[in-house]
């Protein structure tokens, strides 16, 4: 397991949870969450800036197991379409995530 900061190994501490894991050559990383800060607004360009946010945390997570995005073979992302934390379409949520990956 790799814990990359004290929020890491404290959610590791007190729960067990680690979202970075080794196994040979692998490196899994799980548990990234795009979500609201408490009041920020749903609309997109909050969106874009959630994206931006997870999307470096990511960063952080794979340079603290000393890879770069050029190394990622795979990623999930699961959404809520229709909810009260985003006001735009399914193409206004697909647009900075696509940006994001490339961007990165």
């Given at each position: 397991?790799?814990?990359?900061?004290?929020?890491?190994?404290?959610?590791?501490?007190?729960?067990?949870?680690?979202?970075?894991?080794?196994?040979?050559?692998?490196?899994?990383?799980?548990g990234?969450?795009?979500?609201?800060?408490?009041?920020?607004?749903?609309d997109?360009?909050?969106f874009?800036?959630?994206?931006?946010?997870?999307?470096?945390?990511?960063?952080?997570?794979?340079?603290?197991?000393?890879?770069?995005?050029?190394?990622?073979?795979?990623?999930?992302?699961?959404?809520?379409?229709?909810?009260?934390?985003?006001?735009?379409?399914?193409?206004?949520?697909?647009?900075?995530?696509?940006?994001?990956?490339r961007?990165?």
């Open positions: 397991m790799i814990l990359p900061g004290p929020r890491e190994k404290a959610a590791y501490d007190e729960h067990g949870y680690t979202a970075i894991r080794r196994a040979g050559d692998l490196v899994f990383i799980s990234v969450v795009i979500g609201r800060r408490p009041g920020e607004s749903a997109v360009a909050a874009k800036d959630q994206v931006r946010r997870g999307f470096g945390h990511l960063e952080n997570c794979l340079r603290a197991a000393g890879l770069r995005f050029d190394h990622v073979i795979m990623i999930n992302s699961f959404h809520v379409w229709q909810g009260p934390n985003f006001s735009g379409s399914r193409a206004d949520q697909f647009k900075p995530l696509k940006k994001s990956r961007n990165s």
